[in-house]
């Protein structure tokens, strides 16, 4: 029974994980761990850093989407950095593993002001697991038609402007107009773009907050946008977020000594999802050397 409810699933979940994916993207790309959406930002902090990212959706349904991610990048001189970023993805039948390596570089515009940019590569590759699916299911000829499909390769555009605690940033993601055309079978960021500054909330510079401003693009659906604020006390961080889908997100952080990062967030569910799907739930756990 389960096999044949994780088959019945597959061609929604194939049409609709990617737009709701999307729409509440992994929420550590916005404070902790900015690389993964703006190749420019591979070793910003001049520090080696790794992080590792785990996101659950829908929890109430079954087979629902499940993304694991584990990334790093350092700087190789002053000037650049490199990175990589190995990606799993599993909704339902499907698998997709995204391999990515990045190139960074900084240019000082004088000491206060500086650009960064990057770029990435990708190797994707998208398959269905057919162990899941039902005896049926795997003699169906259009099963077999997608995992015959080839592995393609993309990348990804970005640029970044820092002054002291200014941050602006921009990335044009997925160029390969051939995988737009061919090989998507659901929706994929196309843009992103944010603006952010750190206060300092008092003298002592313990209570800090980092309002934070994006606008991204989805192929073919409407532009969303994201309203967060990251609330430092010393070694804890607090996470508040409203996105235009009219979902909320929360979380908690702790930075240990400077170095051990842990972080979770939950995000509610997207209108028109109230009550069906559970929402999501991302936890992060990083390091910088």
């Known amino acids: 029974m389960k096999k044949h409810i994780i088959y019945l699933m597959f061609l929604g979940i194939l049409m609709a994980t990617g737009a709701k994916a999307q729409m509440n993207p992994m929420t550590s790309q916005y404070f902790q761990n900015p690389y993964l959406v703006n190749p420019s930002m591979a070793g910003y902090l001049e520090r080696a850093s790794v992080f590792a990212n785990y996101t659950n959706q829908w929890n109430k349904i079954e087979g629902a989407p499940v993304l694991m991610s584990i990334s790093a990048s350092t700087p190789i001189t002053d000037k650049a950095s490199v990175g990589v970023n190995y990606i799993t993805d599993k909704a339902g039948l499907i698998r997709r593993n995204q391999a990515m390596g990045t190139f960074a570089y900084k240019v000082e515009l004088n000491e206060e002001n500086s650009l960064r940019f990057g770029v990435s590569l990708t190797w994707s590759q998208n398959r269905l697991d057919l162990n899941e699916a039902t005896a049926n299911g795997n003699i169906d000829p259009a099963l077999g038609k997608y995992n015959g499909q080839q592995s393609y390769m993309d990348g990804n ?12 940033q921009f990335s044009y993601l997925n160029l390969n107009q051939k995988r737009q055309k061919e090989f998507s079978t659901v929706d994929f960021s196309t843009f992103y773009s944010s603006v952010s500054y750190k206060f300092n909330l008092d003298q002592s510079n313990l209570f800090t907050v980092k309002p934070l401003f994006a606008y991204r693009g989805i192929k073919g659906y409407e532009n969303q946008w ?44 997207p209108q028109g999802f109230q009550g069906l799907t559970g929402g999501q739930f991302d936890v992060v756990l990083g390091y910088q050397f």
């Open 157 to 168: 555009f970005g640029f970044a402007y820092i002054r002291k605690k200014l941050e602006v």
């Open 226 to 269: 994201d309203l967060a604020a990251e609330w430092g006390y010393e070694d804890l961080s607090f996470y508040t977020m409203y996105h235009s889908n009219k979902s909320f997100t929360g979380g908690l952080g702790f930075n240990y000594q400077k170095n051990l990062l842990i972080s979770a967030m939950f995000s509610t569910e």
